[in-house]
């Protein structure tokens, strides 16, 4: 008969044993904080777990990833690789044949279960992390993790644990630099071994603490992507018509432009650039006269593709810095085929012709400054963005609009500020300003007497053919 177990237990004691037993079998002991909030990680997606916020299989699992990742080139054949992999981290073989893992994962002291309502985040955060709410485990928090694995394997197990702790995190949305973990006495990863597995790193600003950088690598994906005033058009309660080619691709494809309001202009044509920072994307237009709420996926039968970016706070120079990182895989995701997941149309990832890249990158604004491209596809430009700091000149607000050619509006109205001595032009909910105030006595004195003088007094009433290069107004026709 076995032995009852006793009706009480002391958990000092229990912690004690443990120890013991850790030191006897060679574990190796890692002091850990939670840095950033942790979302998901439970059983279920999307919850964390009350009694266990951090599990074993979890961490092991992002072991894994990356030692995937950092010996891709040592075993081109994937079914090398494959092997490799499973003689370590284990698994199922080719007859469902299960093999044990040789690396051991332990989580031996637990954060606490201190949540926070996802509600609470700033704008930049919110932004990444998309609709709904929830509760995050809160930041920070200390917790221990211990590992056990063969001494030939401490190179490589080693390597992976160093990549997970400088770029890895816990829960869902780490490439987002949600549930992001410092890991006490490891080492950072050097800018060469980025480079010699074909990352790419960029940093802005540094900063005091950890969050303000999380904060600050997300706001700049924010402002890259959809900002007004860098993004988007300014417009008026709601934020204007985007900069990115896709919402006139959609208009184009589902024969939708709000009654003739929003006819599709954006010289890029059908190209969706923004794919390249993960799938799906969900287009919701709000308007029942512009198309309807789309979802852009992977062609084939997936339903998503992991970003190949992340972003997160890294300590450099001894500082908290806003960290971005590209994968090796980054160029892949470029090219990835595209589908709607209803709908008619072919919606054309970026395409690979250099000559065709940089025309498509020069007539979207976040991809130029100063009339240079940042970069000739979406996530070089972002990363170059992502590495301008405040103290540039120039910075958000004297971004320019992109180096395209001329574009001619017709019915357009010119509206004259007393105040500045300033003109632009309106269509479509659109304003297009002259560049500079002396443009504005040049297209003045260009049109009829009669057509000055109300325009001056601000009589809407003529219409005009404009035309217009990026957000600027250029040149001003009289309609016949």
């Not at 266990?52 to 891709?72: K, S, V």
């Not at 704008?123 to 920070?140: D, H, M, N």
């Amino acid at each position: 008969m076995a032995r009852p177990a006793p009706s009480t237990l002391d958990p000092q004691e229990l912690q004690e044993q443990l120890d013991a037993n850790l030191k006897q079998e060679q574990w190796k002991r890692y002091r850990c904080t939670l840095v950033t909030p942790m979302y998901g990680g439970g059983v279920k997606a999307g919850e964390v777990d009350v009694a266990m916020p951090i599990r074993a299989t979890e961490i092991r699992g992002q072991l894994r990833f990356w030692w995937r990742l950092l010996n891709r080139k040592k075993y081109p054949d994937t079914q090398e690789l494959f092997k490799a992999e499973r003689a370590i981290w284990g698994g199922l073989g080719d007859e469902d044949t299960l093999a044990k893992s040789k690396v051991a994962v332990m989580v031996s002291k637990q954060p606490g279960f201190k949540t926070q309502p996802s509600k609470e985040a700033k704008a930049g955060i919110k932004y990444v992390f998309g609709q709904g709410e929830v509760q995050w485990l809160s930041a920070p928090q200390k917790f221990e993790i211990r590992l056990q694995y063969p001494a030939s394997l401490e190179l490589e197990v080693a390597s992976a644990f160093q990549w997970w702790a400088n770029f890895g995190g816990l829960g869902a949305k780490t490439r987002r630099g949600f549930g992001a973990v410092q890991v006490h006495d490891v080492t950072a990863v050097s800018d060469q071994e980025l480079q010699d597995i074909g990352c790419m790193i960029a940093r802005a600003e540094t900063t005091e603490d950890e969050l303000s950088a999380w904060q600050n690598a997300n706001n700049k994906l924010h402002q890259f992507r959809q900002m007004p005033g860098i993004a988007r058009a300014r417009g008026g309660e709601r934020p204007g018509r985007s900069f990115w080619p896709e919402p006139d691709q959609l208009r184009r494809d589902f024969r939708m432009d709000d009654d003739g309001k929003h006819k599709p202009m954006h010289q890029a044509g059908n190209v969706f650039g923004r794919a390249a920072f993960g799938l799906p994307i969900i287009f919701d237009f709000r308007k029942s006269s512009e198309p309807a709420k789309t979802e852009l996926l992977p062609a084939g039968d997936k339903e998503r593709m992991a970003s190949p970016l992340i972003l997160r706070p890294c300590i450099h120079n001894g500082r908290w810095t806003a960290t971005a990182l590209l994968l090796p895989n980054w160029k892949e995701a470029l090219h990835q085929p595209l589908r709607y997941k209803s709908g008619n149309g072919t919606p054309m990832p970026w395409p690979k012709d250099e000559k065709e890249q940089k025309r498509i990158a020069s007539t979207i604004a976040p991809m130029v400054t100063n009339d240079e491209l940042r970069g000739s596809n979406p996530l070089t430009a972002f990363m170059a963005y992502f590495a301008e700091h405040q103290s540039d000149a120039t910075k958000v607000a004297a971004i320019k609009t992109a180096i395209i050619g001329e574009i001619t509006l017709e019915g357009a109205r010119l509206k004259f500020n007393r105040g500045s001595g300033t003109l632009s032009a309106e269509k479509s909910g659109q304003s297009y300003p002259v560049e500079v105030k002396e443009k504005s006595l040049e297209i003045l004195n260009n049109l009829s007497d009669e057509a000055k003088k109300k325009v001056m007094n601000g009589d809407q009433s003529l219409r005009f053919t404009v035309n217009t290069k990026g957000r600027y107004l250029i040149k001003v026709e009289e309609t016949k």
